[in-house]
């Protein structure tokens, strides 16, 4: 193990040398969250509602983590979630972070807003997920899912969460835009962060001169670096229930709605054919004073009737937190930020000791709950506060 990652005990820890390790822009995109940041503290806080009640004298010698999903079996109950930019937070970070998650056999679900072409991250090595935010037109999103299945891909995930960009103040006062501007601030904000500088920016401009958006679309987008372009986020206010239909008819693999908060809305995608949802509040980057996907994991899962797997994503950082989620009654839990953080300060060594961190802690808490394998978790483990 490298000295780098000698005293990270836990995902938290990553956080921390991150923001040690990355220019402020660059962290301040990653760990932002919308307005005064009430969705992200809703999220955290959902977990304390739960506590665990654990059964005694039962053989754990042999605790399993593998767990079904689409017809595939991970070594965990947890993947890597979609991230935008990663490869400016780490060298070739959308590369690293499908490599050693196919390493570790867990799934990563390619980010629409990566840096890398899709192309390079799909396949065995890599990730067989993509999430994409829909072009605005028919005809842009029938040419975007035909490359995604060209790629390789065979699972879909659709953003629904996006009608809108956020309100960009936290980004600002970070200094991140997006694109980038170049400016003095952010020659500085570099030049402070040697490691960074040089292992992951410099390296990147030197092997594959600046990075643009890459598969938001069919074709290839805007640069990340540009003093006069700004990325198109508009055009999908208009979107609606059709469009799901629309993808539905087109895509022949798994699709997966990522988004979901409401229960009527998680039936619908469901009646749209969804063939798996994603709970989640986008990070809490999106809309602010939003309530927890944890809080409303109940009531998505009594209205889909078990129609179809339910995943989740929003603020884990612990292995008992999976647990809770999966207790719940949540078929998968898909974690981001940490492993962001993990690829920053090490590549593909941080994510595994990542991976292997976050395992240990639900293997270890299943073996103290008395439960020997996931598809044991249940409601009967917790009891609410």
Known sequence: ????????????????????????????????????????????????????????????????????????????????????????????????????????????????????????????????????????????????????ERAGFSKLVITVDYAVPPNPENHRRAGFSSPLRPSLRLARDGLVRPRWLFGTFLKTLWHHGVPHFENNAATRGVPV???????????????????????????????????????????????????????????????????????MLPEVLAAVEGAVPVMIDGSFRRGSQVLKALSLGASFVFVGRPFNYAASIAGEAGVERAVSLLGAEIERNMALLGVTGVEELTADLLRRH
């Not at 923001?19 to 822009?25: D, K, S, V």
């Not at 969705?39 to 004298?57: C, G, H, I, N, V």
């Not at 540009?226 to 469009?243: E, M, Q």
């Not at 699709?255 to 990070?283: F, M, Q, T, W, Y």
């Open 225 to 295: 670096l540009a003093k006069n372009v700004n990325r198109d986020f508009s055009g999908r206010r208009h979107l609606d229930w059709s469009t799901l239909e629309r993808v539905r008819a087109r895509w022949k693999g798994a699709l997966v709605v990522k988004g979901i908060l409401h229960p009527e809305d998680a039936r619908r995608a469901v009646n749209a054919g969804a063939d798996g949802l994603i709970v989640s509040n986008h990070g809490g980057r999106q809309l602010d004073d939003t309530v927890a996907p944890l809080t």
């Open 1 to 148: 193990m490298s000295r780098r990652l000698e005293h990270i005990l836990s995902l938290d820890d990553f956080e921390r040398a991150a923001r040690r390790h990355l220019p402020r822009p660059l962290f301040g995109y990653v760990a932002s969250v919308a307005e005064d940041g009430g969705t992200a503290r809703a999220s955290r806080e959902s977990f304390d509602k739960y506590a665990f009640l654990p059964r005694a004298l039962v053989n754990v010698s042999q605790v399993s983590t593998g767990t079904e999903l689409f017809g595939h079996r991970y070594a965990y109950p947890f993947g890597i979630a979609p991230m935008g930019i990663s490869a400016l937070t780490a060298y070739r970070g959308d590369r690293v972070l499908a490599r050693a998650a196919a390493d570790a056999g867990i799934p990563m679900i390619v980010s629409g807003t990566s840096l890398i072409p899709m192309e390079a991250l799909a396949g065995p090595d890599g990730s067989d997920w993509f999430q994409a935010y829909l072009p605005g037109s028919p005809e842009e999103i029938d040419a975007l899912l035909a490359r995604v």
